[in-house]
């Protein structure tokens, strides 16, 4: 059977693999666990492309076919690793950290894409320079960072000093800090391919990555392209722009960017399976496979025939990765008597398992409104956060 090398794990895109008659040989990180049936090699740090490419070389795989990251930190390896090996797909790293490093994407942007004012933050830099640099709020992240964690809004030296704790404190390229956007955030997932977009849908968050890491609720839901027609416009438009500059190469894509009456602000762009549960509302959507088209492009076969036949949406799906209640008893059977799920999984034991943005369950909805399954989402994000309607 064809070996696919996959750097970080997840079960949708596993069962995806095993569809394809592929078997995947993971490289993980702790706390990743993928099942013990499942061939893989431990890493310490699976953004160091030597350590990954001598795990690689360490196992005998003689029917290697490809490779792909299923998340932000693996990207850069999987280019390293294919330059090495001489398989599909990208294999310029350069290109792959303009779509790493949040300093290095916004500077390479053209000049009519407003963004935030970003910069690296050198060793010993001050809050006084920054907040003159950058204004009196801003935000610290990691340069090569991804689902808003170790990001933290800035308006105090005292938050600031607290905002570099998680941080080595040792590399001038280890931080950026950017002005702060205050708007509604959306995303483009899409699949871009030869120079043009080839599909895309729009998202919004009812509760963002940064307020999820926060002890939020994270949640979003697809947009309605006929409710939301210049919105959607502007997205594919900004999405071409920045894609072309940053020399994208065939690639599934997640783009974020802020709205604002002066228009969209560029958030940032990844060239890699969008994160959560967007790969299901995308198909239960639209028909289309995110899984699919990721592994066409990382077996060299494209990704055109891999869209498949998409479908205009009869229902708009959306999805919430349900968190421990806060000081109250709730069990899926308490979600289910309250709201109709397209799919729900809840772990109410007192020892389950916590995922990313404190995950222990996660939740499909939908409905041939979007306003209603805006509405539907927020209550039960309430719900599970307080434990009633």
């Not at 999405?239 to 994208?248: C, F, I, P």
Request: net charge negative.
């Amino acid at each position: 059977m064809p070996t696919m090398i996959v750097i970080g794990y997840r079960g949708d895109l596993d069962q995806a693999l095993q569809r394809h008659g592929i078997d995947p040989h993971y490289i993980v990180q702790a706390p990743a666990s993928p099942p013990r049936s499942r061939r893989f090699t431990w890493v310490a740090d699976m953004e160091n492309a030597q350590e990954i490419f001598r795990a690689v070389l360490s196992v005998d795989i003689d029917d290697m076919v490809g490779v792909l990251s299923v998340h932000e930190m693996g990207v850069f390896g999987a280019t390293y690793l294919r330059q090495q090996l001489n398989l599909p797909g990208n294999a310029d790293s350069r290109t792959a950290l303009h779509f790493r490093d949040k300093y290095l994407q916004k500077s390479m942007l053209p000049p009519q894409v407003r963004r935030a004012r970003c910069r690296h933050v050198p060793v010993g830099t001050s809050f006084t320079e920054l907040a003159d640099d950058l204004g009196e709020v801003f935000v610290v992240k990691p340069a090569t960072g991804a689902g808003a964690l170790r990001t933290n809004v800035v308006r105090t030296p005292e938050e600031y000093a607290q905002a570099l704790t998680p941080f080595t404190g040792q590399s001038d390229v280890e931080i950026v800090a950017e002005s702060f956007v205050d708007a509604p955030e959306v995303y483009l997932d899409g699949v871009w391919e030869k120079g043009d977009l080839r599909w895309s849908s729009m998202s919004g968050y009812h509760t963002s990555p940064l307020r999820a890491v926060q002890g939020g609720v994270l949640s979003a839901y697809v947009l309605d392209r006929r409710r939301h027609s210049v919105l959607f416009d502007e997205m594919e438009t900004l999405a071409g722009q920045a894609l072309t500059s940053l020399n994208a190469p065939d690639c599934v894509f997640h783009m974020e960017a802020f709205t604002a009456e002066e228009g969209l602000t560029f958030g940032e762009c990844a060239i890699r399976l969008p994160g959560a549960l967007s790969p299901q509302v995308n198909q239960l959507t639209y028909g289309v496979d995110l899984f699919d088209v990721e592994i066409s492009l990382a077996l060299g076969e494209g990704a055109t025939r891999a869209l498949g036949d998409r479908r205009t949406p009869e229902r708009f799906h959306g999805y919430i990765l349900l968190r421990r209640s806060n000081g109250c008893d709730v069990t899926q059977s308490d979600f289910e008597r309250n709201f109709l799920f397209d799919e729900i999984v809840y772990d109410s034991s007192p020892d389950a398992p916590v995922g990313p943005y404190g995950r222990v369950g996660q939740a499909v909805v939908s409905d041939p409104d979007e306003l209603k399954l805006r509405k539907t989402i927020e209550d039960i994000v309430r719900f599970n956060e307080v434990g009633y309607t």
